[in-house]
């Protein structure tokens, strides 16, 4: 009895400081996307790029090479981490070896991929621009127009995962039910929501997409994140058809059940007409 409880413990522990870790780095990685890239000049940081130069010159500076170089190996490290935990074969041999932690673990070394992605990234200075907004008054509206979007964006996205169970998706809940002896919350569903949690990989690839495109100034280091980002959000993308009419079911369930008046109220309603 007391190993059990022991290792209820410890797991308990352990998703706990995923939990804390996984959130941190969210909030870091909003940061990295959104803030710094809008507000850079608030931030204290160098100049996005150099429209001075050219870009036949910028391609044969060596320090452009090797930065965009680096920042390409980033994001292939991040794609290559995110899909081979995501592969079933890797992801059964996770199963039987971490059991209950499996999916925080995978949020882990997701958050600790991303935590090496934005602290490594290499900023491309000495390369012009592909657009940026400088000449009044767009240069004043346009950051907050994109700063209101990507604040919306961001909302929905939080949204979302709560609709689609955030501590289930930390790992939390799987914990917590395993300590319970329930067992494992996905089997408790129906069979079309395993169907569409297993096809589903970014719920948010709209969003994702406004936020990483959306900006004030684009430097050649933010279009390859961009670019990166997006190509791997439209590969992974794999949802079809039947989980489409799953989903569009659901959030009009969910809907009509925020919109109608609850039952007291409408009790008290019915009375007093009485």
Known sequence: MASVTGRNLTICIVALINFVFVFGTGAEFVRFISFRAIYHNITGGPPLCRDSVSWSEALRDSSVLRAAGVDLALLALFACQHSLLAWDPVK???????????????????????????????PVTSAPCLWTVSSAPWNTWFPLLCFTLHFLCWAIICSILLIFDYPELL?????????????????????????????????????????????????????????????????????????????????????????SPPEGSAEVNGNKQD
């Open 92 to 122: 059964r041999a996770c199963q039987s070896v971490l059991g209950v932690l499996n999916r925080a673990f995978y949020c882990s070394s997701t958050a600790l991929a991303l935590q090496v992605l934005m602290r490594c990234w290499q």
């Open 171 to 259: 790992g939390i809940k799987q914990v917590y039910y395993e300590c319970l002896g329930l067992g494992d919350p996905l089997s408790l569903k129906s069979p079309r929501a395993q169907r569409l949690f297993a096809h589903l990989r970014h719920p948010v690839c709209l969003e994702l997409c406004v936020v990483l495109w959306l900006l004030p100034t684009l430097p050649l280091d933010r279009l390859l994140l961009a670019g990166g980002l997006t190509a791997y959000l439209a590969l992974a993308h794999s949802l079809d058809k039947q989980d489409c009419q799953y989903l569009s079911i659901q959030l009009s369930s969910k809907l009509q059940l925020f919109s």
